[in-house]
């Protein structure tokens, strides 16, 4: 196969949901189908039950698991299939935005009783950002659900993108009889008891009177809410939908595997292959000859006793080789990657080449970050996904004096790996650790004493959020630094940062610094 095929034929995508809306359902239907695994119930979920005592201990589990699971790769007809997982804990929500770099479209599911939800729209907020195409699966129509208009009504106006239904469901709950396929003319019965799936019915004309024979007196509304759909949605625009305008619209049973084949299908033709991507030079196109990459995720640690990390690269132009010469360009050196692996079917194995779209693992013992580019030898740069401000803020202290450099090594790693961001106050040196969300405190304490052996003591600090701040004139950005100085932190990457106390503070120094920008994200 050609160069050109093999980056057409590759769909690189990330399943997205409000937790329990059905994402881990979804992939594991999606995996039986390509045949990737045989039998039902063999993807764990690597979901992090809220509110439990024993939440690190859990994550300490899955972590071997999640490095199995974060990419999951297969065939399919003529495809291959990358899905990317994502964690579905809102607590984690920066490795999933930062997973979405990665991938050229997102299927975001939808639970079909409660509707969008707020990490939904969340996660929708970054895709359009991106202007990366999705698709939404509306799923568990085997419970009672809300009326399928409504259900479009609200993504529409929540999500704040256009739709378009592909299927269409026949009543959900215990009247649920099926879905007609309106993007292959087909009708598929819903058969709770049986395990296997039932072929699909042709149906080119839906005013057959053989519909009857088929879903009985239900025939008639589906042809009316049928009339309906295509008389309010225009045709399916397969370019809008590609540029991120649109978003076509499945329904079905993640749980009774209903629904998804036609969603698969459909998927393997609609979705985008590998696209261009942006860096800070120019555009780069995936059939151009030369390889070019970018690291999107760390995984530090999976073996306590080796030092090791994987750093998954996504590729995103040129034949990827093994032991070829590639540059590392953060720190000019040369990088020669002896032995990447693949993620097919959950299962690693050294590869010796890769095409755009792909994700290989490299292995490696801490000269990797995330947002790093590797290419052949050209000095670019691929634009990531910013930073966004934190909104847990606290002290970092050494709780045991014999174990300090544990410690500073510790959080350095744990910061490459984008588990919590961190700040240096300039004011008095102390270590200011930020967070989205409560957990990661108690991720980062737990693998602190487990990975590195070193113990630390969190101090709470009261703040409101961290601004990048940038100014044209030096003098006024001198000034506000000298005048903020108990405020000022210094970033990871050596930028100044203003620690805002309160709302009504920010305001106040936006005010009092009309010509000093405050930025919340740390890309402007
Ligand atoms: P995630 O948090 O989005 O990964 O959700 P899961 O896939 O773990 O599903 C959450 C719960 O909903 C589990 O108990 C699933 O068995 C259940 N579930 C998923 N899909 C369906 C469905 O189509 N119908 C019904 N009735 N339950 C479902």
Redesign the pocket.
């Known amino acids: 196969m050609g160069f050109i095929e093999e980056i057409k034929r590759r769909r690189t995508f990330g399943i997205v949901?409000h937790?329990?809306?059905?994402?881990?359902?979804?992939t594991e239907k999606l995996l039986l189908f390509g045949g990737a695994i045989r039998v039902a119930g063999a993807v764990k979920?690597n979901?992090i039950k809220k509110g439990a005592t024993s939440d690190f201990m859990e994550i300490e589990r899955q972590r071997g698991i999640s490095v199995a699971t974060s990419v999951m790769g297969f065939e399919y007809r003529n495809y291959k299939i990358n899905i990317l997982d994502t964690p579905?804990h809102q607590d984690f929500q920066e490795d999933t935005f930062r997973t979405l770099t990665a991938v050229d479209s997102v299927i975001i599911?939808i639970d079909a009783a409660k509707g969008v939800e707020p990490q939904t729209e969340k996660l929708m907020n970054v895709c359009r950002m991106r202007k990366t195409p999705v698709i939404v699966f509306v799923?568990?129509?085997?419970?009672p659900s809300q009326d399928s208009f409504d259900l479009l009504d609200e993504i529409e106006n929540q999500l704040q993108i256009k739709t378009r239904p592909l299927s269409w469901p026949i009543n959900s709950g215990p009247d649920f009889k099926g879905v007609y396929n309106i993007y292959n003319r087909n009708l598929r019965l819903f058969n709770a008891n049986v395990q296997e799936i039932e072929d699909s019915i042709e149906f080119k004309d839906i005013n057959s009177p053989e519909l009857e024979n088929y879903i009985g007196d239900d025939a008639s509304v589906l042809r009316e809410e049928l009339e309906l759909v295509e008389g309010v949605y225009p045709e399916f625009d397969h370019e809008e939908y590609q540029k991120g305008n649109l978003a076509p619209v499945f329904f079905g049973?993640?749980?009774?595997n209903f629904g998804v084949q036609e969603l698969l299908d459909a998927f393997v033709e609609i979705a985008p292959y590998p696209r261009s991507s942006q860096t800070e030079e120019r555009e780069i196109k995936p059939d151009e000859k030369d390889f070019t990459g970018f690291i999107f995720k760390i995984h530090a640690n999976i073996d306590p006793n080796h030092r090791s990390r994987i750093a998954f690269v996504k590729i995103c132009s040129g034949k990827f080789e093994r032991n070829k010469a590639y540059k590392h360009i953060r720190s000019g050196k040369q990088l020669r990657i002896s032995s990447p692996t693949a993620f097919m079917a959950s299962q690693k194995e050294i590869i010796e080449e890769a095409y755009p779209g792909d994700i290989i693992g490299v292995p490696d013992s801490g000269n990797l970050v995330i947002g790093d580019s590797i290419t052949a030898g050209e000095e670019i740069h691929f634009k990531g996904l910013p930073s966004f401000s934190p909104e847990l803020f606290r002290y970092i202290e050494n709780a045991d004096p014999m174990k300090s450099k544990q410690l500073s090594k510790g959080i350095d790693q744990l910061m490459d790996e984008g588990v919590a961001q961190l700040f240096t106050s300039q004011f008095n040196g102390r270590k200011i650790i930020g967070t989205v969300g409560q957990l990661q405190f108690e991720v980062i304490e737990y693998r602190l004493l487990h990975e590195y052996g070193a113990k630390c003591r969190f101090e709470n600090l009261a703040m409101h959020k961290a601004c990048w701040i940038e100014c044209d004139d030096p003098k006024t950005l001198s000034e506000f630094k000298k005048r903020k100085h108990q405020k000022m932190a210094t970033d990871k990457r050596g930028r100044d940062v203003f620690m805002a106390d309160s709302g009504f503070i920010l305001q106040m120094a936006q005010d009092e610094f009309k010509d000093v920008k405050f930025h919340f994200t740390s890309e402007f």
């Not at 937790?19 to 979804?26: F, R």
């Not at 799923?139 to 419970?143: G, I, P, S, V």
């Open positions: 949901s937790p329990d809306a059905g994402k881990t359902t979804l979920s979901k579905g599911v799923n568990k129509l085997d419970r049973s993640a749980l009774y």
